[in-house]
């Protein structure tokens, strides 16, 4: 046995020196871009190239490795590579175990600072701030629709959208001592809690369900106390030693959330991009109708299209749209220009390359 492993040890060995080899040398490499962007005072982040290297490789990747697993080791080397130009601050939606902590790592690899926020709108504020160069935050989930903080933040701060991470969301129940006996509160997010309702009121219709500020917290204060439940990613549970009574208790099994990536960055286009508006119309038959006209005279897809309540009083309403293309694609250009002629407010809030997942 041991005489039949030694030569491909010693294989691996040298096949990992060269990849060693090669991946200091793509660092230095970074290094001389980050010289030349540190001239120009250009961003380090460049998430449209990054998606283009992601795209890349698993389009090139000859296998055994899966397309996934290649761009979850590229992630990392463009994320230390990166931070040898400058370490991004990425601030999200605390505490650590959450689903919004695993996007931004998703998203930026783990060579960053991440900081963890008590609230959205403390993302925001971090974000515009300046605190933090870059703040990742939940906007739709596909169970439970749209974020709608998210949703007034954007409209009411300058943040741009600069990328989107979708995120399978499994949601478990856990205590400390791993079993249900004893156990008067069930915590967890006020979404969570929706998105496992069906599942809760056939399994335990009779224990109190109470929202709290996140998941993490819920598993956190689960930690501290055998007669409270937490609903939470089996990530954060282990964070605090929690045990699974009941797993993947969501009520879609294909439940999944999506995150934006906000800042002050304006990115170019990826060869794969969504961009994302914000709307109003006069409020006339019809109008909606109208508004949207140009974007199908011109080939561009809607992917998203939502309403949130304008609250001045009237019925009057923000349309929050999502297109295919970017803002610098020219028909995505000519729709968006006819559009905002027919809009009583018209606002873009970003483009950004498409979520790899
Ligand atoms: O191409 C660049 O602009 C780089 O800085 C290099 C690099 C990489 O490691 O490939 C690193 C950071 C950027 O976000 C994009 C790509």
Redesign the pocket.
């Known amino acids: 046995m041991t005489d039949k492993l030694k030569p491909l040890r010693e294989k691996i060995d040298a096949i990992d020196a060269q990849i060693l080899a090669l991946l200091n040398e793509?660092a230095k490499?970074?290094e001389e871009?980050?010289h030349v962007?540190a001239e120009t005072n250009?961003p380090?982040?460049?998430?449209e190239?990054?998606a283009q290297?992601l795209r890349g490789v698993a389009e090139r990747n000859p296998g055994p490795l899966g397309g996934r697993e290649v761009q979850t080791i590229f992630r990392e080397?463009?994320s230390a590579?990166?931070a040898l130009?400058r370490r991004v601050t990425v601030a999200f939606l605390g505490p650590a175990g959450t689903f919004s902590e695993q996007a931004v790592y998703a998203q930026f690899g783990t060579a960053i600072e991440a900081v963890p926020c008590a609230s959205i709108d403390e993302v925001f504020r971090a974000t515009e701030a300046g605190t933090a160069d870059f703040g990742v935050v939940p906007v739709e989930n596909s169970s439970e629709g749209a974020v709608n903080r998210t949703l007034d933040l954007m409209l009411a701060t300058p943040c741009l959208i600069s990328g989107e991470i979708a995120i399978a969301v499994h949601h478990s129940l856990m205590t400390r001592t791993g079993s249900m006996e004893g156990v008067r509160v069930i915590c967890a997010h006020s979404q969570a809690l929706a998105q496992c309702q069906v599942w809760l009121n056939q399994n335990f219709p009779h224990i109190e369900r109470r929202a709290v500020a996140s998941n993490a917290e819920a598993a956190r204060m689960a930690g501290d106390d055998p007669t409270i439940a937490a609903i939470a990613s089996e990530h954060a549970g282990a964070q605090y030693g929690l045990g699974v009574t009941h797993a993947h208790i969501q009520d879609d099994p294909h439940n999944r959330t999506r995150f934006v990536v906000i800042g002050s960055l304006q990115t170019n286009p990826s060869g794969k991009d969504h961009t994302s508006l914000v709307l109003a119309v006069p409020n006339k038959a019809g109008a909606v109708y109208h508004l949207l006209a140009p974007l199908s005279k011109h080939g561009v897809s809607m992917t998203r299209f939502e309403s949130r309540p304008a609250r001045i009083g009237t019925w009057e309403y923000y349309f929050y749209v999502d297109v295919e293309g970017h803002v610098q694609d020219p028909s995505v250009a000519k729709a968006l220009a006819e559009l905002k002629d027919n809009a009583a407010f018209f606002k873009v809030l970003g483009s950004y390359p498409t979520s790899l997942t």
């Open positions: 793509r490499v970074a871009v980050g962007k250009a380090v982040f460049r998430p190239r990054e290297v080397i463009m590579c990166r130009e």
